[in-house]
Structure formats: C-alpha cells, structure tokens
C-alpha cells in the first residue's frame, strides 16, 4: 500500500473517528488491525475489526535530524526501505513476522529485537504520537524533537498497550545511523551458565555489543560500530566469526530460527497415538539478564545476553500444563515474568498476573482513556 | 486552617521533632528552587527518613488535604520544587543512600535522595557509572532527575533519565507502594515507568530508584570548533550526524556566553568568535581518534575558522570547565539571568538564533546562548536586573516569545527542565484543551484530590482561557496554523 495524500488522510482520519464515536453509542467492542502481522499475539477478542492499514504514509523524515514521521499503517517493510538508502536504521530493530507489518502494530505491540539491551527498547525511539482515544478525541503527545519533557509521557505510555488505550494515528519515531561496522562472533559454551556469565561480563565491558544470545551449545556475539572499534572488540573477545551472523539474528527476531519450528525433531506428532498434535505453546520470558539457567531439561534460546528465554513446549497435551507450570514457576521465582507467546489458549490470560495495586492504576487508566471499553477490550489482560 | 503548632503536632506522628521545620528563618532555604525569581514559604518541611515516615506523611496529607510538594536538592529550573502556601514540602535529602549494586546485571538501586554524581562515584571501582549528567549532578538528586526526565552533556549518545532508569518504587498519595518497571528488560502491562518519569512529582513521591549502570568508555577525547557564525556552527552539527557520528556530547556557545565563560575560568576560549562547538567522542582508543579526525573535516567543510583538540585529559577538563561554569560565569556578569530551555529540530538552529538575537534587540535585554546542539535544545540565558522596574516583566515576555518561536518551528517549550510554574502558560499553546484534559484524567488515576505539587505543570482550563484570552490578537488565537508539536 503506498503513501496517500493529506486530504485522504484527513479523511481517513475523519472516518476512523466517526467508527469510535459511533462504537461508544453504541457499545459496541472494536478490535484494532493493522497488518495483522501479529494477531496471535495478546488474548483472543471478539470486536468489530476497525482497520488502520490503510491510514499510511511516511509524512516527515529529514535523515540529518534522526527523526522520522509516519501514519500508523505505514508498512514497516517502507520505512525500512527509506532509512536503509539514508544508511539508517530503526534502533529496536522490530520483529515484522510477516511482509503486511504496519509501525502501529510494531508500536502498539512493543516488541523490540535482538538489540534491545545494547540500544533500548521500542518506548525508547519513540518521541511522539497521534493517538485516537477512546473518547474519539484525536490527541498528540510529544513532539518531533529528541528531548521534551512537557506533559506526561503519554507517547511512551501507549508503547505496547495493544490498542487497550488507543488507536495510533501517527507516530515519531528518533532512528539510528547504520553501524559502519558489523560482524557477529561465535564462542562455544556448552554450559548455558557459562554463557549467561560471559554476555553480561562482556556487556559491562566498553566493547561494542549491540546483541548477545546463546542457543545449542554457541553464544553469538554481534559487534557494531566503527571499523576500529569492532576489530578491536573482536580480537579482544576471540572465537570464531559467523559467515552467517545476519542471518542468525533475523532468524532469532523473526523466529524462522530452527529453534521456533515446528518440526523440530520431537516436534512431530506422534505415530503411535496417531492423535494430532496442537503447535507447541511459545513461551517468552524476561528475568534480569545475569539470572542463572532455570528449567535445565527444556530446551531453551537465550536472548538479550541473558534477559531473554524462550521455552517452546512442544509435550503433548497431557503433560503439557505441568511443563508450562514448571518453567512459570521457575521464572515467578527468579522474579521475571512469563507470556504465553504463541499458540495454545489465547482465551486465558497469556500474560503474567498484574499485582492487584498495580491493575487497580491500569483499570484507571484504562477508563481515563477508553471510559466505554470499545478498545481491543481483554486484548492484554480480561480485567482491561 | 491549623496553626503551625497544630501542624507540627500533626506530622510529629510521622516523624520525629528533629525531622521537622518549622521555624520562619529555616523555612526559607526552602522557599524557591534554582527558578529562585517565584518565592513562597511552606508551612513546614518534613525530611523522612524511610519508606515508612513518607507513607505516614503523605496519609495524615491525604486526610487533612495539605498539598505536597516534594523536594530533592531544589536546582529544578522551572519551579517545580516551589513550594505551596498552605502545603509541606517533603525534603528527600536524608534519603541518600545507595542501598545495592548488582555489577553482573549492571544495576544500582538507590534512595531517591542520592546525588546524581554520588552514584558514579560509588561504583567507579567496578568500571561501570551512571551516563546522565546534568550540569548540575554534583547537587541535583535521582528523585529529581526521575521527576524532571532530566539529561546531560552526554545524552545524545546515552539517553535521559528515561532511558537510564530501569525500575522505581513509588509511593502514592491513597497509601500504595508500588514498584514500576523491573530489574528485567520487560514486564507485563503498561509502561507506567515512563509515564512516571519526568511527571514532576505529581503522581506520588519516588522513594527508590534502580538505575542502569554502563561501562566506563576506554578513551574520551574533546575537539573544539571555532567559527565566525553561528549557521556554519550549527551546519556543523547537522554535518557530523548527517555522516552517521553520534558524539558522546556537542554543545555549543556563542560569543556572549563564551566571552563570560572564558572570563570567569580561563578555560583558553576563542573571545573573538562568533560561536564555538565542544564535541566529546568516546570509545576505544584508535576509534576515538578516527572519529576526531572525521569531526575535524566535517568542522573545516563546514567553515570552522579553526579547531583544536585537548591534547590529555587535563586540558579536556579545562575545554569542559568553561561549558560547566557558564551558568554561574552569567551571574558575574549580569545580576541575575533567566535560562529557557526550548527544544527545536536541529535544522532550525540558524533561523531560531538569528531570531533570538532580534528579540533580544527589540526587548534591549542581551541573551547568551549555552546549549546541547546536539538534541536541539536550547538554553537562551536572558540576562536581566530584578531591581530594575518592570525587567523581569521584560524578561518573562522575551522567554515567551522564544518559546513561541520553539513551537513555531516544530519544537516544544521544554527539553528538560520541566514546565514547573514557569512555563505554565506556554502549555496552554502546545497542547489542546482535550489533551491537558486527558493529563487531568491521568494525575486523576494516582492522585484523585490533587494534593501532589498543585497549580504546577499542567494549566486548568480556566487558566488557559485566560492565558489565551492575553494573547488572542484580532479574534485568532496565536499560531493556529500550528502543529501542536
Ligand atoms: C547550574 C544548573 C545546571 C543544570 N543543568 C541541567 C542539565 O544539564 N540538564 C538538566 O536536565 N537539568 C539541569 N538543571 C536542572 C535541575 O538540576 C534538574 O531539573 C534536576 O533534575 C533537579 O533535581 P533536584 O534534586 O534538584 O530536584 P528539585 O529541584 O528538588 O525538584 C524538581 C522536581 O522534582 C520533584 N521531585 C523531587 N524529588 C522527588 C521525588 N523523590 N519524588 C517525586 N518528585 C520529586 C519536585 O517536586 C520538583 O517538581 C540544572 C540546574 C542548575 C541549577
């Protein structure tokens, strides 16, 4: 989908709020898309579709400033393309999962790559937003300029609250220049723990690490930066370079890693029972980077020098809920925090329980911004 | 009301005697922050010094609707730490402790009274530091860094508060303690911790911050650039990020603040020029200096009438030392100044600093200009006389009309300091009725009576309808072809 004019947009705009004005008279629950890139993410919700796709368009980028201004539905896919022939780059280096990735969705999603704990997160590019609340007023928080502290940071607040707070209209985005330098280095560490001590002894080095993981026995080191920098880094770490460093990290970032296929060995269903399998339930979990391997028996890839682990649990039906409960437990201990990725029941809840004190602000704020409930209700939590 | 006495017996229940003021001649260390032209005595200070005695303080504040301004080190410079004529003011300052350094997770918490630069400090023997360093780091606290999403020199290339903070505690004005954000890289929910950060202290009061810990940079080397116009200056800057180069810092000065600079430290100042760039680059040894010689072109190309590099880290203290003085250098050459702090696109610079300096002509109030060019924002100095009839009026309507001239070229009225009491008004034009509406709601969720730093950082409606009503010329309201930006 290409860019269309102002006077579209303004249409467009127009019609998108007319559809929440008229969803508030109405009470009638909206679900917000986009790309649909990544609609199995979140808890299952019943709504009339409501489709920002189609408000797109990059409407300010001037390279020099680092900034850069587009509709919501923009594809990702375009403003890549755009950043990539000034030498620049997205800094969170966001999943797309698929071609139709529209920026709202990669905003309103939260999701950050492999560089997350080098570069910062998704809320960290984000300068400014127009956001179509639930009140169907078309409000703009933040601005176009890299530091600006007037009002509350309400551009961030909507970074990853799955359309519960509001529909993206257009969002400013700070981007990165591409690093001169880039390669990816392999060292082998059979041990998870030994791998999970040296990417965070590394990380507090001053050494040029813009992405860390370990899976199968090898740890990957990726260096950007200047060509004197990342040479240096790279004799003073050792190991061997990977021929197919980049490929590596968009596979881990894209999950077309062999780690997250389906038909892994053991993946398959089985012959014997002859009953079919469901896909293994992704299980994603965040805990302080340094933490110590948990849940040894289940295969794991280790993202964000330490800060990620994913478990795909592929046992079948039967043991499946121990194995789940097993690793939650072990991650609830270690003080992190589990989301039920991908697959299995999306009509639970997928994301770790809020403590009641903090639910009772996201109910608040939740009702300040959205009073009817129309907005991707439950999308993230049954309660919001 | 209650009298003092009353007062005093009230919070006696929160905290020991010795931890409250209350005497006319103490009260007044507390009656302004770094803003110290809005003045105002508190009824009483309390200085907790646990989680504990702030719950208690803000519970007896709650039932007896006192307001609540807290306070770090009071260099906030919008007013934000002013206090309320019928409220306390609950100092943080005994609360300084670091309370744990994780140096695997590269993670301190402290107590939100910590200095800024006492962080650093404590944990240098690991190699690790805290990259947000306000000019005012020695004194400002954590809490009021939090408060204000405060930046630094160095916050091009490492991020503001916001992006240096991983987690607080907070507690609020309905009796909660709640933690924000997590020592992981994600949590569940909404990212209340950056709705938190830089809310001026108007959602409760931050009692611990954990803040993320980077590795010292192997090498740091400073290049100056002297130039005979500001354009070619500010080219320069567009120049160095346009070729891909994030300088660690680069600020600039013109010939008024560098003149005061040079006066006051002797930092070895091109007096003559028109204006001079400092840009920090840091990194290994051989990347940092590849990287001065990339600058050192990019300044020539970009008519820098000369350059010069700090040859050790002595002399980069002293390229520095002049840039970290100039507020004060302002103080001896002018009886008090008034610093604003806009932020515009950096393709702007030119066009907003010739236009400065023809306001400051029109207003015949002579203004420095100290800044971060490389995020664009400014910091004009107005230097002016309080005992002069009528100059701060002066002076007041001159930093309006610059920050008018920020939101005109798509910026915004505040970079880092805050909007306070100060710049109140000026949040009338930025932002529409229903956004600072929505604000109301947000501040609604945490504190319902409005008890924490009222009449501060967002205008009422009332208030913005008189604001406007000033400044409506023929029926139109200013700017109103104006992306609220
Ligand atoms: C010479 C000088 C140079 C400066 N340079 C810079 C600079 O380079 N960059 C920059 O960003 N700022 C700068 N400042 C401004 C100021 O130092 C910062 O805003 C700083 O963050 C304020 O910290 P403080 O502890 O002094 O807070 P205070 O001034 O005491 O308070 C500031 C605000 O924070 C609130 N607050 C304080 N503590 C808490 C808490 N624990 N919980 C909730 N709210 C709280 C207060 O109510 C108030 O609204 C400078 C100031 C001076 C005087």
């Known amino acids: 989908?290409?860019?269309?004019?102002?006077?579209?947009?303004?249409?467009?705009?127009?019609?998108?709020?007319?559809?929440?004005?008229?969803?508030?008279?109405?009470?009638?629950?909206?679900?917000?898309?986009?790309?649909?890139?990544?609609?199995?993410?979140?808890?299952?919700?019943?709504?009339?579709?409501?489709?920002?796709?189609?408000?797109?368009?990059?409407?300010?980028?001037?390279?020099?400033?680092?900034?850069?201004?587009?509709?919501?539905?923009?594809?990702?896919?375009?403003?890549?393309?755009?950043?990539?022939?000034?030498?620049?780059?997205?800094?969170?280096?966001?999943?797309?999962?698929?071609?139709?990735?529209?920026?709202?969705?990669?905003?309103?999603?939260?999701?950050?790559?492999?560089?997350?704990?080098?570069?910062?997160?998704?809320?960290?590019?984000?300068?400014?937003?127009?956001?179509l609340s639930g009140r169907g007023e078309v409000l703009r928080f933040g601005g176009q300029v890299i530091k600006n502290v007037a009002g509350f940071d309400v551009s961030r607040l909507l970074v990853g609250s799955l359309g519960c707070l509001g529909i993206l209209l257009e969002i400013s985005l700070k981007v990165v220049p591409k690093p001169a330098t880039e390669l990816t280095i392999v060292l082998h560490h059979a041990d998870a723990d030994a791998a999970i001590v040296s990417m965070n002894t590394l990380a507090g080095k001053p050494v040029p690490i813009s992405a860390a993981a370990w899976v199968a026995g090898k740890t990957r080191i990726r260096l950007s930066g200047s060509k004197a920098g990342v040479t240096a880094a790279r004799r003073a770490i050792g190991g061997k370079v990977d021929a197919e460093g980049a490929a590596f990290w968009s596979g881990i970032r894209e999950q077309t890693h062999g780690f997250f296929k389906v038909d892994r060995p053991g993946n398959r269903?089985?012959?014997?029972?002859?009953?079919?399998?469901?896909?293994?339930?992704?299980?994603?979990?965040?805990?302080?980077?340094?933490?110590?391997?948990?849940?040894?028996?289940?295969?794991?890839?280790?993202?964000?020098?330490?800060?990620?682990?994913w478990y795909s649990c592929t046992e079948r039906d039967d043991n499946?809920?121990?194995?789940?409960?097993?690793?939650?437990?072990?991650?609830?201990?270690?003080?992190?925090?589990?989301?039920?990725?991908?697959?299995?029941?999306?009509?639970?809840?997928?994301?770790?329980?809020?403590?009641?004190?903090?639910?009772?602000?996201?109910q608040r704020l939740k009702n300040q911004f959205d009073p009817d409930g129309i907005l991707n209700p439950g999308r993230m939590y049954r309660a919001l | 009301m209650m009298n003092t006495d009353q007062l005093v017996q009230l919070f006696r229940q929160a905290v020991p005697a010795q931890s409250i003021i209350s005497e006319k001649t103490s009260l007044r260390v507390y009656e302004s922050d770094g803003l110290s032209a809005y003045r105002q005595p508190p009824r009483l200070v309390v200085l907790p010094t646990s989680i504990a005695q702030v719950q208690d303080v803000l519970a007896i504040c709650q039932q007896h609707a006192i307001p609540v301004v807290s306070r770090g080190a009071g260099t906030g410079l919008s007013g934000g730490a002013l206090p309320h004529k019928d409220g306390i003011v609950v100092s943080l300052a005994k609360m300084n402790q670091m309370l744990a350094v994780d140096p695997l997770n590269r993670i301190a918490k402290v107590q939100s009274g910590m200095r800024n630069l006492a962080i650093s400090e404590a944990v240098e023997s690991l190699g690790l530091y805290y990259a947000p360093d306000p000019s005012s780091q020695i004194a400002c606290t954590i809490g009021g860094n939090v408060a204000e999403n405060a930046g630094g020199v160095h916050c091009l290339k490492y991020g503001l508060t916001l992006h240096n903070v991983v987690s607080l505690k907070m507690a609020t004005m309905e009796g909660d303690l709640i933690d924000i954000g997590a020592n992981c890289l994600d949590w569940p929910g909404f990212d209340l911790l950056s709705l938190m950060i830089g809310s001026e202290g108007m959602l409760g009061i931050v009692v611990e911050v954990t803040v993320k810990l980077l590795p010292i940079p192997e090498c740091a080397k400073v290049i100056m650039g002297i130039f005979d116009s500001v354009k070619n200056a500010g080219d320069s800057v567009a120049g160095i990020i346009g070729n891909g180069i994030i300088p660690a810092g680069i600020e600039m000065m013109d010939n008024l603040a560098i003149r005061a600079a040079e006066d006051f430290v002797g930092a070895g100042y091109p007096v003559t020029a028109k204006a001079m760039l400092l840009c920090e680059l840091d990194g290994t040894e051989t990347e940092t200096d590849d990287q001065i010689r990339q600058v050192e072109t990019l300044f020539r190309d970009n008519g820098a009438i000369d350059t010069r590099v700090a040859k050790d880290e002595q002399e980069r203290a002293l390229f520095w030392s002049g840039r970290k003085a100039a507020f004060p250098a302002m103080g001896r050459i002018s009886p008090d100044y008034y610093c604003i702090d806009g932020t515009i696109p950096r393709r702007s610079l030119g066009h907003v600093l010739t236009e400065i300096n023809n306001l400051s002509e029109k207003y015949q109030l002579r203004v420095a200009n100290v800044f971060h060019a490389g995020d664009g924002n400014l910091h004009p100095l107005i230097l002016y006389?309080?005992?002069?009839?009528?100059?701060?009026?002066?002076?007041?309507?001159?930093?309006?009309?610059?920050?008018?001239?920020?939101?005109?070229?798509?910026?915004?009225?505040?970079?880092?300091?805050?909007?306070?009491?100060?710049?109140?008004?000026?949040?009338?034009?930025?932002?529409?009725?229903?956004?600072?509406?929505?604000?109301?709601?947000?501040?609604?969720?945490?504190?319902?009576?409005?008890?924490?730093?009222?009449?501060?950082?967002?205008?009422?409606?009332?208030?913005?309808?008189?604001?406007?009503?000033?400044?409506?010329?023929?029926?139109?309201?200013?700017?109103?072809?104006?992306?609220?930006?």
């Open chain 1, 320 to 362: 499946r809920d121990s194995s789940v409960q097993e690793f939650e437990d072990a991650v609830k201990s270690a003080r992190g925090y589990v989301t039920r990725f991908r697959n299995g029941d999306r009509k639970s809840e997928v994301f770790a329980p809020l403590p009641d004190m903090i639910l009772k602000f996201h």
């Open chain 1, 269 to 309: 269903p089985s012959k014997q029972s002859g009953k079919q399998l469901s896909q293994p339930l992704l299980l994603r979990s965040s805990v302080a980077p340094a933490t110590k391997m948990f849940c040894q028996n289940k295969c794991q890839l280790i993202d964000w020098g330490g800060g990620l682990r």
């Open chain 1, 1 to 131: 989908m290409g860019s269309i004019t102002e006077s579209i947009a303004g249409n467009i705009e127009d019609q998108l709020q007319q559809q929440v004005l008229a969803a508030r008279q109405s009470s009638t629950p909206l679900a917000i898309c986009g790309g649909n890139s990544k609609t199995f993410y979140g808890r299952e919700i019943v709504g009339q579709p409501i489709n920002v796709a189609q408000h797109s368009g990059i409407i300010d980028y001037h390279p020099t400033e680092l900034v850069i201004t587009a509709r919501a539905g923009t594809p990702l896919r375009e403003i890549m393309a755009l950043l990539e022939k000034n030498n620049q780059m997205l800094g969170f280096e966001p999943p797309l999962f698929s071609d139709s990735a529209t920026l709202g969705g990669a905003i309103a999603s939260g999701l950050s790559g492999p560089s997350r704990p080098f570069s910062g997160p998704v809320n960290h590019f984000v300068l400014g937003v127009t956001v």
């Open chain 2, 385 to 485: 006389d309080a005992n002069v009839p009528g100059e701060l009026n002066k002076t007041e309507e001159l930093g309006s009309k610059i920050l008018q001239l920020c939101i005109d070229v798509g910026g915004t009225i505040t970079g880092e300091h805050g909007v306070g009491v100060e710049k109140i008004g000026e949040m009338c034009i930025q932002f529409s009725d229903h956004e600072r509406e929505q604000f109301h709601r947000i501040r609604h969720c945490f504190d319902p009576k409005s008890l924490l730093n009222p009449g501060k950082a967002i205008p009422s409606l009332a208030r913005c309808a008189e604001h406007n009503a000033m400044h409506v010329h023929h029926g139109q309201l200013p700017f109103p072809q104006l992306e609220r930006f």
